[in-house]
């Protein structure tokens, strides 16, 4: 196919970490878009965390290091990674506007020799003062949560961040429905979250048990993703209580200390799992959990995980989020550890293999190719190509 007349300088996290909405959605513009991705800072300060520690040293030994020859090789065609330095305290003003005009420095060194349009897209609320800078025929903020209700966040800077950028950029494309709500909401485009179907689509019976999961009993209930403080692991952990007979085995890398990880005889943390071997051993949940709590921060979420178990044909048992709701009666929803409990034993007793092939059928429907395709065509009609 011919390459597009236009390339996507993108601003969000970092290509090879962990797997999210933005390079979901954007890698399907490959080969036949330039994508120049932009490895920013992300929207708070680095904490004295191991996570937030291991990865302070990952983008200090980035800056540091040259030996970019075998990466590069491994990279996508058509896809260049641009990591500038830049000073992790985003809240003080003076700082956000040296971090820009580092990145904007960088960004028109990059303007290949070839004359294409540019588009600006980015997933952080405090790039305003790079919108319209980089010589850019269209911009879009791609909104994939309420940032200023991220705990640890300064909530009137961010939301006026926001705000300044929503008015700035031509196009805002939103995840959640809750996300698309502004004034003016002209610009606003609902985007949902795809998946990657054919990665997740794994049928255990065609595979061996991992060895990991062997030592557990079914039925098995599980939940895989970021461990962090909007997950209600209080409320999972109540109901494995109730739930002796069922082991529940959360799976995914922690940002919250291990004292704060709530614990029964048979809730089991089995750390991160790489993203290549997750489907394999998610298909031997008997029933997934999307344990969100319900807050401020959570009711623009669209959880990734869903369309993912829902690939892999396993029964969802969520709490009450708005995006998962539209999705009744195909995911049974709990607010409690005791709803939770009924659900989770309810869709035991009436999983059947017609539910678990509708429930990839949805899936399918929602891959992310398919989204990509939505974007992709509202941007071509924005550049008028």
């Given at each position: 196919m011919m390459e597009k007349d236009y390339e996507i300088v993108v601003f969000t996290d970092d290509w090879n970490g962990l797997p999210f909405s933005c390079k979901h959605l954007l890698k399907h513009f490959l080969p036949d878009v330039r994508l120049v991705w932009v490895e920013?800072?992300?929207?708070?300060?680095?904490?004295?965390?191991?996570?937030?520690?291991?990865?302070?040293?990952?983008?200090?030994?980035?800056?540091?290091?040259?030996?970019?020859?075998?990466?590069?090789?491994?990279?996508?065609?058509n896809l260049q990674l641009i990591d500038p330095f830049q000073i992790p305290y985003n809240q003080f003003g003076f700082i956000r506007k040296l971090n820009a005009r580092l990145m904007i420095k960088c960004l028109n060194r990059q303007s290949p020799k070839q004359k294409r349009k540019r588009v600006f897209l980015t997933t952080w609320p405090?790039?305003?003062?790079?919108?319209?800078?980089?010589?850019?025929?269209?911009s879009i903020y791609y909104r994939v949560d309420d940032f200023a209700e991220f705990p640890g966040v300064n909530k009137p800077l961010i939301q006026k961040l926001e705000k300044g950028l929503i008015e700035n950029v031509n196009l805002v494309v939103a995840s959640a429905e809750k996300l698309a709500q502004f004034e003016p909401d002209t610009k606003a485009h609902y985007l949902p979250h795809g998946v990657d179907y054919d990665h997740f689509n794994v049928d255990r019976n065609l595979i061996e048990k991992p060895e990991k999961l062997k030592q557990y009993k079914h039925p098995i209930v599980g939940f895989f993703g970021l461990l962090n403080s909007w997950l209600d692991l209080e409320v999972v952990r109540d109901s494995a209580l109730l739930n002796p007979e069922m082991d529940?085995?959360?799976?995914?890398?922690?940002?919250?200390?291990?004292?704060?990880?709530?614990?029964?005889?048979?809730?089991?943390?089995?750390?991160?799992?790489?993203?290549?071997?997750?489907?394999?051993?998610?298909?031997?949940?008997?029933?997934?959990?999307?344990?969100?709590?319900?807050?401020?921060?959570?009711?623009?979420?669209?959880p990734l995980k869903l369309m993912?178990?829902?690939?892999?044909?396993?029964?969802?048992?969520?709490?009450?989020?708005?995006?998962?709701?539209?999705?009744?009666?195909?995911?049974?929803?709990?607010?409690?550890?005791?709803?939770?409990?009924?659900?989770?034993?309810?869709?035991?007793?009436?999983?059947?293999?017609?539910?678990?092939?509708?429930?990839?059928?949805?899936?399918?429907?929602?891959?992310?190719?398919?989204?990509?395709?939505?974007?992709?065509?509202?941007?071509?009609?924005?550049?008028?190509?």
């Open positions: 920013t800072i992300g929207l708070r300060s680095p904490r004295l965390n191991l996570y937030d520690i291991k990865r302070s040293f990952q983008k200090l030994a980035g800056w540091l290091s040259r030996e970019e020859a075998a990466e590069e090789k491994s990279r996508p065609h405090f790039m305003g003062g790079v919108a319209g800078k980089i010589g850019d025929d269209l529940y085995l959360i799976v995914g890398p922690s940002q919250l200390p291990e004292h704060q990880l709530p614990k029964a005889p048979n809730m089991h943390y089995l750390g991160p799992v790489p993203y290549e071997q997750l489907p394999e051993l998610a298909s031997w949940f008997d029933v997934a959990l999307v344990p969100f709590k319900i807050n401020d921060l959570t009711i623009a979420v669209n993912e178990y829902f690939a892999l044909g396993v029964p969802v048992v969520s709490t009450p989020l708005p995006e998962v709701i539209k999705y009744k009666p195909d995911v049974e929803i709990g607010g409690t550890a005791d709803e939770i409990t009924l659900a989770i034993q309810n869709v035991l007793a009436s999983d059947t293999p017609e539910k678990r092939e509708k429930r990839k059928r949805i899936a399918r429907d929602k891959s992310w190719i398919a989204m990509s395709l939505q974007l992709q065509g509202w941007i071509e009609a924005e550049l008028d190509l």
